[in-house]
C-alpha cells in the first residue's frame, strides 16, 4: 500500500518495496455465473476483500450489461468487507457497507457475518 509505504518513509524508515502477488481480474463463466446470480436476487451477502476485488466485480458486470441491475440488487442485500478502504470504493459506489470486522481479517470478517446474518 502506497499509506503504508509513505507512512514508514515519513517514520524514517528504509523501505524496499517486493511485490509477492498481483491481483488480476478473474475472467471466465464462474466470474460471470456469479454476476447473473447476483443480479436474479440469488445471493444474499456479498463479500469483497479488496478495492481491487469491488472494482474488477463491478467491471465484469457493466460489460455482462449488468451494471444497473447489480448496483440495485446491492442496495438491497448484505454488503461485508474485510477493511476500510474496501468499504471507501463501495460507498463511492454509492452503497451501504453492512458489515466490516475492527480487524481485517478473513476469520474476523467470517465471524462478524455469523453475527449479524441468518446464515
Known amino acids: 500500500s502506497k499509506i503504508l509505504i509513505d507512512g514508514l518513509r ?23 455465473e456469479l454476476i447473473r446470480e447476483v443480479a436474479d436476487g440469488n445471493v ?10 469491488v472494482k474488477n466485480f463491478f467491471k465484469t ?8 441491475i447489480i ?3 446491492l442496495s438491497e442485500m448484505l454488503i461485508a468487507v474485510i477493511g476500510e478502504p474496501t468499504a471507501r470504493v463501495v460507498e463511492d459506489l454509492g452503497l451501504k457497507v453492512d458489515i466490516m470486522p475492527k480487524r481485517a481479517t478473513f476469520d474476523d470478517m467470517i465471524d462478524e457475518i455469523s453475527k449479524r446474518s441468518k446464515i
Not at 515519513?10 to 460471470?32: D, F, L, T
Not at 458486470?61 to 444497473?68: C, I, M, P, R
Open 10 to 32: 515519513e517514520a524514517g524508515g528504509e523501505v524496499h518495496e517486493i511485490k509477492v502477488y498481483s491481483i488480476v481480474r478473474p475472467a471466465g463463466e464462474r466470474q460471470h
Open 44 to 53: 444474499d451477502i456479498l463479500t469483497f476483500t479488496s478495492a481491487q476485488t
Open 61 to 68: 458486470a457493466d460489460e455482462l450489461g449488468l451494471g444497473n
Open 71 to 73: 448496483q440495485r440488487r
